[in-house]
Every structure is written in C-alpha cells, then in structure tokens.
C-alpha cells in the first residue's frame, strides 16, 4: 500500500513538474505589480502584504508593535520585524481575537462611534448635482443632434418604401373644401376637379349664385398655390390645395427635394421628436427587461456584456430575442403613431398632431384585443415580430457569434481583420432578408393606419380622411403576388443602397480604427 501510494503522488509530482517545471509557487515571479506567496497571502513589489495598506489594519498593527518599534521606523522594516518576531499560529490568533473584539463592538454598537453620520444635506450636493446633470444635458444632446441629423435620410428611405410612384392618378393634387355648417347651412357646394375653379350655388337665387361662383373662381386662380396658405370664401368656406409629394425618380437626394419642395426644411425633419422619443423608450425597455431577467438565467446583461462572452451563449440569445419582441410588443401603438405622423401632412390635417393626445385618448385594453381578434391584423403583429427579430440578430450580431467563434474559431480579440471582414460579409448576406422585411413590415404599418375597419371606432390612429396624406401609399397586395410578379417582388428591395452604404461605411471605419485597445497574451 505505501509503496502504491508512494507511486501515485510521484506521478502526480512528475505531472506537474513536466507541465510547469519552471513554477515554484515561493520563488515564482512574473514580474507583476502583486503576487501570491502562500502562508503569506498577495505581495506587492516591495514584499509588503496588501492588507497592511488599509488604514484601520495599519493603525492596529502600529499601535501593537509600538513598544518594540521605534516611532521613526519606516513601513517596511516594521513588518518585517513583525512578521519575523510572530508566528503563523500567533498571527492568526491576533486576528482571530480582533474580529471578536469587532464583533462585540459592532454588538454594542461601539463600532460607528468614530465614524461620522451622513446627514440631509450630504444627499443634495451642488457640486455633484451639478456634475450629474451636466454629464446628463450634453449626453441629451449629443443623442437628439445625431437623430436630427439622420432624420432626412430616414424619412426618404421610408418614402422609398411605402410611396407609389407608378400611381398616376393618385400622385395629382387636388382642392378641398371646407365648410362651416353652422354659417353655411343654404350652400350646395359642387366638388372641383384638379383643373377646375370652385362653383357655389345658392338655392333660390340665381344673380347671387352667379356673383359667388365668379368671386371663389378668381380667388381659386388667384391661389395657385405656390405658398399653400388657406383661402376663405365668404360665408365662412374656405378650401385648400391637396399636395402630395412628386420626386422626378426614386432617389434620395431626389425624394428629399420633393419634400422640402412640398413642406420647407419641417417636413425635411417631420417626426423627429417622435422618433427621438421612441428610440429612448425602446432602448429603455428593452434593457430594462435584459437586466431584469438575466440574473434568473445566470447569465451577463446582453446589453453590456457581448454575447460571444456569455457562459450560456443559447440562453443569452434567446434572452436578447424574447426581450426586443416584447418590446416590441409594448410600443406598438407608439411606433404606429410616428409612422402616422411621417406620411401625413404638417398643416391642413384633420386631427391634433400630437403623440401626447393620440397616447392619452388610446384605449391600450382595445387595441390589443382588437389586434388579437381581428384576423387582418395578425399580419401585422407577424410581420412586426419577423422584422425585429432579423434586427436584433444583425444589429446585435448574434449570428456572428454563432458563426465565427464557435464554428470558424475566429475572435475579434485574436485577429480583429478576419474577424470584421466575416462581420461584414454576414451583414451583407443578411440585408438580402433584412430590407425585404422591412419594406413588407412598413407598408403594412400603412395598410393598418389607412384602413379604418382594422381598428375600434373610437380609436385615434387611423387617418380617416386620406387628404391627410402627403405620399400614395401600396395597395394591399396579397402575399403572395410579391414572388409571382416581378414588379411586386422588385419593389420590395427599395432603400437597399442607403443599407449598403451604411454597412460599407461601418467596415471601412473599423478597420482603420487605431485606437482600438490591443490585447497583448498574459503570462501565466
């Protein structure tokens, strides 16, 4: 048996001096700041323990040795008199009887007699306040410059996407008429065409009708409307021009012209407010939900810790999927009221444009159950929850971790080049499915704002009237048309070169990254 055993922990000694022969764990140096000395705990450079640098420890210490030691001995000789002159049992006995010691004081409450209690005020500091929100205000900045920048190029790239250019009768203008049926309660009123002045016609006289139908008819010609302005008839009826957005081609720079055309530098930057405003609240509660329920799973916060470091990468993904389609979920209506205002015009409407008075006169219990049971709206929340789905995975880069770390064994952290050049053909190959989704997704937000019979009576988000519109949005084209007609299918890749760019542009600007933390290998 001795001799079994003696072989035994020889071999475990050859193991390890065969994978570690260099080590010896008393006299090992890497060359560190601190390094562990067993029996004697974490060292620094000057063979001084790191507890000895905590004020109360060194306070105890001093006051113990100071009948043996001489006031003006420095740190270091001190403790090594200390540690020469006691033993390892002696030390930990030392120790030991401190803790109780502190254990009866905190017992007795002794033990926060010295220290100093914070009071009312030390909660309301100035300085730091004043820190915090200054911190906050450029932050709030920063955020809402950046969507105001970016705002012209998301609202064409959404004009892409949902206006019908091929629509010829729908793109003319036309004029509509207002009238006050408390004031004009005798007026028949005759419908214009696009081309025709406004006739009125009174009953019962006919040199009266006849005056009032050549004053509106020169008031009409007299409004061509270059500036839009609304034009009052006597009697308290007025009409207006129709626009409705005209670009030469499907283009950026092309659609914002025509909206700055139609609308000035306002309609350039239309909902802007409500995009900033709902970003905050999707990215708010999105995380909220991460956090949430990331420590149940046992898993880091997505939002913070990237995925491909997690120590359950399903679990992580799943998490980070589930969380963007309940968010998703939640801001719904939301997300359907800044698309309303997007497509609609900025004066002559027929409702309050206001997020705050669509929010406060939403029944959320309705709408939801409307949603659930309406058959024609399953599209939607299917449609909605493919489309954030495909986000979360390009923008989070879930597939990447999948692929190039597990399967590839390619890490951003040991060869950042081939690492960002799979990125960026994984993204390429994953806008093939992206901008497809989204236009589908983005017409039938439109489809649900412009059908009145999707939603409750009472509901205030559909555009009742369609002269609110300033694009011409898709027919309801049946899913399937989209891959049996070219036309169909063609325009479902609109706003795939603003796409483009932006990945292009993300590659070029990681790769010439030179401040980019380098990682160097640690020795061991």
């Known amino acids: 048996m001795d001799s079994s ?15 570690r022969s260099y080590y010896n764990p008393l006299t090992f140096n890497a ?40 006031p003006n001995t420095n740190d270091l000789n001190w403790w090594i008199k200390f540690k020469n002159e006691n033993s390892d049992s002696q030390l930990n006995e030392e120790i030991r009887s401190l803790g109780t010691s502190g254990s009866l004081n905190i017992m007795n409450g002794k033990y926060y ?12 500091d100035l300085k730091k ?29 959404t004009f892409l996407q949902i206006h019908d250019f091929e629509n010829d009768d729908g793109n003319s ?20 065409e696009a081309d025709q002045p406004v006739y009125f016609k009174e009953r019962g006289n006919a040199e009266e009708a006849e005056q009032i139908n050549t004053d509106s008819a020169e008031l009409h010609r007299s409004e061509e409307p270059e500036t839009g302005s609304t034009v009052f008839v006597e009697g308290g009826t007025y009409y207006h021009k129709v626009y409705k957005i005209h670009p030469t081609s499907s283009n950026t720079t092309n659609v914002i012209k025509s909206i700055y ?20 609240f999707n990215g708010t509660l999105e995380a909220w939900i991460n956090g949430f329920l990331s420590p149940f799973l046992n898993i880091p916060d997505p939002n913070y810790v990237d995925v491909a470091l997690s120590n359950n990468i399903v679990s992580s993904i799943i998490l980070a999927l589930s969380s963007t389609i309940i968010t998703g979920l939640i801001l719904l209506p939301l997300e359907l009221v800044n698309m309303k205002f997007i497509i609609t015009k900025l004066r002559h409407i027929h409702f309050h444009r206001s997020m705050k008075v669509h929010i406060k006169n939403l029944n959320f219990k309705d709408f939801f159950m409307n949603l659930l049971i309406n058959p024609k709206n399953l599209k939607l929340l299917i449609f909605q929850a493919l489309n954030r789905l495909n986000t979360a995975i390009y923008h989070k880069s879930l597939l990447q971790t999948v692929l190039l770390r597990n399967v590839f064994e390619i890490d951003k952290f040991n060869d950042y080049k081939r690492y960002e050049t799979g990125n960026f053909i994984i993204k390429f190959i994953q806008l093939l ?44 084209i049946p899913l399937v048309s989209y891959f049996t ?40």
């Not at 000035?264 to 405003?277: K, L």
């Open 173 to 192: 203008d036309g004029v509509e008429i207002h009238i006050n049926p408390d004031v004009n309660n005798n007026i028949i009123v005759t419908p214009p």
């Open 261 to 280: 055309k139609v609308e000035g530098i306002f309609g350039v930057v239309r909902s802007n407010n409500t995009t900033f405003i709902y970003n905050f």
């Open 485 to 524: 007609d070219y036309e169909n299918f063609k325009g479902l890749w609109k706003g795939y070169k603003m796409e483009l760019l932006g990945v292009g542009c993300g590659y070029l600007e990681r790769l010439l990254d030179t401040d980019r933390e380098l990682t160097i290998e640690e020795k061991f």
């Open 433 to 476: 499915v992206k901008v497809p989704l989204d236009n589908l997704y983005k017409r039938e937000q439109v489809n649900y704002l412009v059908d009145v019979h999707r939603s409750e009576e009472h509901c205030p988000l559909p555009i009742r009237n369609k002269n609110d519109l300033v694009i011409v949005p898709y027919r309801e």
């Open 31 to 70: 060359d560190y700041d601190v390094r562990y000395i067993p029996k004697e705990g974490i060292i620094d450079k000057n063979g001084l323990p790191l507890v000895s640098k905590l004020k109360s420890l060194t306070n105890l210490v001093k006051q113990q040795e100071n009948k043996r030691l001489s």
């Open 129 to 157: 306040l004043s820190r915090l929100m200054n911190a906050f205000g450029i932050k709030f900045i920063k955020v809402y410059v950046k969507h105001l920048l970016i705002q012209p190029f998301v609202i064409s790239k």
């Open 113 to 124: 007699e010295g220290m100093r209690r914070p009071y009312l005020s030390d909660f309301f």
């Open 5 to 19: 055993k003696d072989s035994l922990s020889g071999s475990k000694i050859t193991n390890t001096s065969d994978l």
